[in-house]
Every structure is written in structure tokens, then in C-alpha cells.
């Protein structure tokens, strides 16, 4: 039994078809964990989400920013934006279904056997294991128990710092940025969420990627992430980062995660959008 994880596909079918191809993908034999963002700028989301309903428990899924955006605008709480093609799913018939589906999947999945954690973009410096994994729980159970009430009041950058004694709204907003669109942090560990370059063309020296953050308390666990198209493919003893842009005309990545030193297994992109 292989286990995979697979970077951002963002509505990508044709290519994610390719890649399970490339793997010899077989759901009786093998495990699949995607890191977020299954919908979303590419052509078929719909197409997407039954194909990895469909695997059952041979995926996990994290979900990413774009998987809680199409959640927010089915619940009536965000307004489609001009670049979303989110339109055929949201019609679908089974669409329902789907989003019952989507509502469920967890924010952060763990194999202590491997030593390994799967999310979507990022975990904060103040964070231990524990308590990212708690984080994760009380999200997950706050989406599923009152959705409409959080996508109200999920959207906003502050507060950027971590504490203990955060509550309510602020805790809940605090943790989904973290988990759903973290790149950079700074010197103080500071949540800095507008930067979304490659750490090559960093916009100040106060930019730190948030796995590289000084006395971070989580490390220990190897930690496999996605979101961040523009550092593209990334490993080293902490982490994994899968995205490489498969939606910009990049490559859809794989990486099996049960044997040591595997190389990637990548298939090109069409790009259903202009980096």
C-alpha cells in the first residue's frame, strides 16, 4: 500500500486524471491525501469533487481557502468573484451532496506512524502539535455545527498574533488564516497574510515563510502543505510543499510519502489562468 499526497488542484480534472494515470492509482490498494484547494480558476470543480467523493476512505482531504470561499457563497454568505468558476457546481444536481461532502473534511489529518501532518497552507510559530491539532478540531466542529454564523464573521486579517486567552470570533478567524492562507510571518511572529510571493523575490527581510520562523514550537512532525504556487515544489526535514501551479500552466505534483527519498511524480499543465 502507497500512500500519495497531491499539491492544489483547483478544478484541474483532466490533469488530476493524468497524474492518478502516472501513479497506477488503485483506491482497493493505495491512500491519497490532497492538500486543499480541490476547486476553484480551473475548468471542471465539479468534475473534482465527485471524482475524490468518490475514492472514499482511500482520501483524506484538507480544505483549503478555496474549498471554504465555495462553502461561504452556497451558504449565501460571500458573493461569486469575477474570476470563480464555481457556477456548474453550484447548479449541479448532486450539489447538495458534494457540499455535505466538503463540509466534513478536516483541516489538518495526521499518520503518527509516518510522523506526518497534512494541511493546506500553515501552521503559527506559537503553536505546538497539540495545539494545532486542537485548532483544527474546533474549526472543523464550528463549520459543521453553525456554517452561516462563521462565514459571517471568518473574513479579515486580524488579529495576527497567536494567544491563549484568544476567544469567540477573533480565535476562529485567527486559526482558519492560519490553516487556510499563511505564507509569510514576520520577525515577532506575526501573521503577515498579503504577501504571497516566492521567498526569492520577498517583499522585506522582515518576511519569514512561516516553516522557517525562528523556536516555531510545532516542529517534530513533517509537515505537508500546499497554497503557495510561487515557491513552487519545497522539501526539507520540516515540511513538504506540493503546489506548483498546476492552474497557472505549472504541474500538478505527487510525492509518495511512505518511502524515503521518492522522487515527485508531476504532469504538465494546460493553465486555465494567466499567472
Not at 67 to 75: I, R, S
Not at 93 to 105: K, M, N, S, T, Y
Not at 183 to 197: E, M, N, P, Q, S
Request: charged letters at 25%; aromatic letters at 8%; hydrophobic letters at 45%.
Amino acid at each position: 500500500m502507497a500512500l500519495y499526497a497531491i499539491g492544489d488542484i483547483q478544478g484541474c480534472d483532466v490533469e488530476l486524471e493524468a497524474l492518478l494515470t502516472a501513479l497506477r492509482f488503485s483506491p482497493d490498494r493505495d491512500r491519497l491525501w490532497f492538500v486543499g484547494d480541490l476547486v476553484n480558476r480551473g475548468p471542471d470543480s465539479l468534475k473534482v469533487l465527485r471524482r475524490v467523493r468518490s475514492l472514499g476512505g482511500a482520501a483524506g482531504v484538507t480544505l483549503g481557502n478555496h474549498d471554504l470561499h465555495l462553502l461561504a457563497v452556497a451558504f449565501g454568505r460571500a458573493q461569486l468573484r469575477s474570476d470563480d468558476t464555481l457556477t456548474e457546481l453550484l447548479a449541479a444536481p448532486d450539489r447538495d451532496a458534494l457540499l455535505e461532502w466538503l463540509i466534513g473534511r478536516p483541516m489538518l489529518i495526521e499518520d503518527r506512524a509516518l510522523n506526518l501532518t497534512l494541511l493546506h497552507a500553515g501552521l503559527a510559530p506559537q503553536w505546538d502539535m497539540a495545539t494545532a491539532r486542537s485548532c483544527a478540531r474546533e474549526l472543523e466542529q464550528a463549520l459543521q455545527r453553525r456554517p452561516e454564523s462563521l462565514f459571517d464573521r471568518l473574513y479579515g486579517d486580524q488579529p495576527d498574533i497567536w494567544g491563549d486567552d484568544l476567544e469567540g470570533e477573533a480565535r476562529l478567524r485567527f486559526i482558519t488564516n492560519c490553516f487556510t492562507r499563511l505564507r509569510y510571518v514576520d520577525a515577532a511572529g506575526r501573521l503577515v497574510l498579503r504577501a504571497k510571493g516566492s521567498p526569492k523575490k520577498a517583499q522585506a527581510k522582515s518576511l519569514i515563510p512561516w516553516f522557517e520562523a525562528p523556536d516555531a514550537r510545532w516542529r517534530g512532525s513533517r509537515v505537508v502543505f500546499g497554497h503557495w504556487s510561487t515557491l513552487g515544489y519545497f522539501t526539507n526535514a520540516d515540511v513538504i510543499g506540493l503546489d506548483t501551479g498546476c492552474v497557472w500552466g505549472g504541474r500538478l505534483t505527487a510525492l509518495r510519502l511512505d518511502a524515503p527519498n521518492a522522487d515527485p511524480v508531476q504532469v504538465g499543465c494546460g493553465g486555465a489562468k494567466a499567472p
